[in-house]
């Protein structure tokens, strides 16, 4: 039979798990597929806004890139003119 306080501690190791911060690459604005990813991570993190302004910049400096097929559906239905 466990210990009654083993559930507890449990519990408390579950409540308290630590995700590491993420780490944007220093040029991502140098590589599309590194921007793309950028631009997921922003979407995915609900930084829609500054996901879509990324987005916009990118379009600009790769217009037609293969690598915007990566990005979320709604991201890519979204006018950035």
Known sequence: TPKPDTKLIDDQADSQVIQPAREK???????ALLW???????????KTEQALKELALFRKKFPDNDNERLLPKE???AETD
């Open 75 to 77: 991201l890519l239905k």
């Open 36 to 46: 793309v990813i950028e631009i997921k991570h922003l979407h995915k993190e609900n």
């Open 25 to 31: 690459a220093k040029n991502y604005r140098s590589s």
